[in-house]
């Protein structure tokens, strides 16, 4: 059985920083890609940030140049570094990984994490 969890939400002020973490734990035989989405209080869940099994990130246009997404290369993490935060970022935070737990199968099957709450004050 696979389960992510999320890590690292809190409160913080206008231009601090965060770093989220995401651990994926149980059979992993691969992970094909993985992102962070975030969803604020009456509005759609919303792709953040984006990571192939090849390293190539992808970004929401709101988040370009002050969050920064990766992947742990000899275990099963990954991360988004959130600088020069600002309030409208303020949302929940899901880690979301598309995961093969054997060689027999076929296509990769995606698991979400419970989510991390993030406030930004101004």
């Known amino acids: 059985q696979v389960q992510l969890v999320e890590s690292g939400g809190g409160l913080v002020q206008a231009g601090g920083s965060l770093r989220l973490s995401c651990e994926a734990s149980g059979i992993i035989f691969n992970i094909n890609d993985m992102g962070w989405y975030r969803q604020a209080p009456g509005k759609q869940r919303e792709l953040v940030a984006g990571i192939t099994s090849g390293d190539s990130p992808n970004y929401a246009d709101s988040v370009k140049g002050r969050f920064t997404i990766s992947r742990g290369v000899a275990k099963n993490t990954g991360y988004l570094q959130m600088n020069s935060l600002k309030p409208e970022d303020t949302a929940v935070y899901y880690c979301?990984?598309?995961?093969?737990?054997?060689?027999?199968?076929?296509?990769?099957?995606?698991?979400w994490g419970q989510g991390t709450q993030v406030t930004v004050s101004s």
């Open positions: 979301s990984a598309r995961i093969t737990t054997s060689l027999q199968a076929r296509l990769p099957v995606r698991y």
